[in-house]
Structures are given as C-alpha cells and as structure tokens.
C-alpha cells in the first residue's frame, strides 16, 4: 500500500512538470487518466517499429522540419481527441519534445513530452 502511494504521488508530481518518462507503465497510467497518446513520427517509423495500442498516429512534422500546430490540433479533433489531455511521442524524445513547447507556446495548451521517446519504451 505504501509503495503504490509512494508511485502516485510520484506519478503525480511528473505529470505536473508536464514531462513524463517513457515506460510502459507510465504510458498505461496516461491512458486511465483519459489522456490520448499521439505517435508524432512519420510513416517509415511507425512500418518499422509499430505502433502503441491505441494511440493516435498524426505526423507533427513535415518532411521538410517546417510544422503548423493549428492543422496538427485540427487533425486530433477531427479524432474527437481531447486536445487537453494528449502526449506525446517520438522516437527518442527530442521531436516531441519540440512539439510539446510548440503547441504550448502557440496554443497555450499544456501537453505532456513522453522523455525518452519510442527508443526508451522499447528497452523496458
């Protein structure tokens, strides 16, 4: 009992700091917590190395780097995703981690960064 207390308010405390690292159980917890995980990379990566259950698969960047947050948020909510309980993914991190300030900065809308990314989900 006390170790599970111990995992929610650590659990807890991440999601606040809007950064959540990249684990199966973490990304399980998300999901109960009625967050829609996003697997913003391309169409390559997901062939390569699939895709987590259930989650949305939306590219945030074009093949060239540029990206359009309003056409990105449009897209989720033609999923009828609620774009203020989404995290995202990418393959080691760093993408979407740029998407996540991204959208922040101009939507203003908090989005949770799974650290480590497809990369680090796939070693535990």
Known sequence: MKKNLLSLLLFSSILFSKE???SKENIIE????GYTIVDIR???EWEKT????KA???MFFKENGEYNVSVFLAKLKLLNV???????????GEKSKEASNAIKKEAKINVIDLVGGYNN????
Do not use: D, E, Q
């Not at 699939?50 to 259950?53: A, E, K, Y």
């Not at 309980?85 to 990418?90: D, G, M, N, R, T």
């Open 20 to 22: 959540v690292v990249s």
């Open 30 to 33: 998300l999901m109960n917590k």
């Open 42 to 44: 391309n169409y390559r």
């Open 50 to 53: 699939g895709v987590i259950p």
């Open 56 to 58: 949305k698969t939306i």
């Open 82 to 92: 609620n774009i203020n309980k989404i995290a995202l993914i990418s393959t080691n």
């Open 121 to 124: 989900l796939r070693k535990n």
